[in-house]
């Protein structure tokens, strides 16, 4: 089983800055894609970015030119860097990431973490 350790969210001031965390760890054969959906009260969980084992990354485009994704294999961690945050940013944030669990794991599978909350407000 992977396991999702999310960290980093709270409450920050419109324009402010945040950095979340994200680390998986259990069984771990390889890693493909790592990144973040969130999910607002009352809409759907959207994806804000992801990066592939290769170092392609994809953003929302809300979120382009403020957020910046990251990844270090070695520690099977993404991070992602949220400056200028807004107001409508706030939302529960989820890691996410698409893991084959062993070499006997033939595809790969997602998983999620628990979530973090971020709240943009004065």
């Known amino acids: 089983q992977v396991q999702l350790v999310e960290s980093g969210g709270g409450l920050v001031q419109p324009g402010g800055s945040l950095r979340l965390s994200c680390a998986a760890s259990?069984?771990?054969?390889?890693?493909?894609?790592m990144g973040w959906y969130r999910q607002a009260p009352g809409k759907q969980r959207d994806l804000v970015a992801s990066?592939?084992?290769?170092?392609?990354?994809n953003y929302a485009d809300d979120v382009k030119g403020r957020f910046t994704l990251s990844r270090d294999n070695a520690k099977n961690t993404v991070y992602l860097q949220m400056n200028s945050l807004k107001p409508e940013d706030t939302a529960v944030y989820y890691c996410?990431?698409?893991?084959?669990?062993?070499?006997?794991?033939?595809?790969?599978?997602?998983?999620w973490g628990q979530g973090t909350q971020v709240t943009v407000s004065s």
């Open positions: 990066i592939r084992s290769g170092g392609n990354t």
């Open positions: 259990g069984n771990i054969f390889s890693i493909n894609a």
């Open positions: 996410n990431v698409e893991a084959r669990p062993s070499m006997l794991h033939l595809r790969y599978y997602t998983y």
